[in-house]
T-cell receptor, first 115, second 115 residues
Framework: AQKITQTQPGMFVQEKEAVTLDCTYDTSDPSYGLFWYKQPSSGEMIFLIYQGSYDQQNATEGRYSLNFQKARKSANLVISASQLGDSAMYFCAMREKAGRRALTFGSGTRLQVQP | DTGVSQNPRHKITKRGQNVTFRCDPISEHNRLYWYRQTLGQGPEFLTYFQNEAQLEKSRLLSDRFSAERPKGSFSTLEIQRTEQGDSAMYLC?????????????FGQGTRLTVV
């Protein structure tokens, strides 16, 4: 069963507007963490934001916020005031407390910011 | 410390040849992960080390693949008798073994092309 699902292969957004990238997950572990990474065309994975399963508040990091809906098992990334440099692949990932603690990634969303 | 370093950045090899990649993690990180990423997909877990011990290998890691982490520092990933299906980006990541929310830091990857 796929543990992380990103249903938007590609998204377009106008510069300075906000955009939401969807992510749903599946786990039976009550303790887990959700991550978003950005991958520019250069290839490196850049950590953006983290949400823990027991966190009461949605995580925020600058222009990034995470809309965490635990009952729906969704962890959508919101980017406010999009910039041209935000154009990249975005990956949602999960780490479960049990086991190896390696990240399980979704298939990603390619975001293109248009001027 | 400048982060996770991977070498080479690019490798083109003929089918049937052996290749070896190197990963130098962040020095105080005791966990090291290898992932494989094919075009248009998210990274897939291959194997991970805690210090020098290889604790888990994915079913993706056929017997042509071997990874080592001598002395718990740098790691190598070797692919023997390469096949065209091995063409991918190979990513290395490192982290500390502390909290669930500990982010993994990624290298820039080694892009392998098997011709």
């Amino acid at each position: 069963a796929q543990k992380i699902t990103q249903t938007q292969p590609g998204m377009f957004v106008q510069e300075k507007e906000a955009v939401t990238l969807d992510c749903t997950y599946d786990t039976s572990d009550p303790s887990y963490g959700l991550f978003w990474y950005k991958q520019p065309s250069s290839g490196e994975m850049i950590f953006l934001i983290y949400q823990g399963s027991y966190d009461q508040q949605n995580a925020t990091e600058g222009r990034y916020s995470l809309n965490f809906q635990k009952a729906r098992k969704s962890a959508n990334l919101v980017i406010s005031a999009s910039q041209l440099g935000d154009s990249a692949m975005y990956f949602c990932a999960m780490r479960e407390k049990a086991g190896r603690r390696a990240l399980t990634f979704g298939s990603g969303t390619r975001l293109q910011v248009q001027p | 410390d400048t982060g996770v370093s991977q070498n080479p950045r690019h490798k083109i090899t003929k089918r049937g040849q052996n290749v070896t990649f190197r990963c130098d993690p962040i020095s105080e990180h005791n966990r090291l992960y290898w992932y494989r990423q094919t075009l248009g997909q998210g990274p897939e877990f291959l194997t991970y080390f805690q210090n020098e011990a290889q604790l888990e290998k994915s079913r993706l890691l056929s017997d042509r693949f071997s990874a080592e982490r001598p002395k718990g520092s740098f790691s190598t990933l070797e692919i023997q008798r390469t096949e065209q299906g091995d063409s991918a980006m190979y990513l290395c990541a490192s982290s500390t073994d502390r909290e669930l929310n500990t982010e993994a830091f990624f290298g820039q990857g080694t892009r392998l092309t098997v011709v």
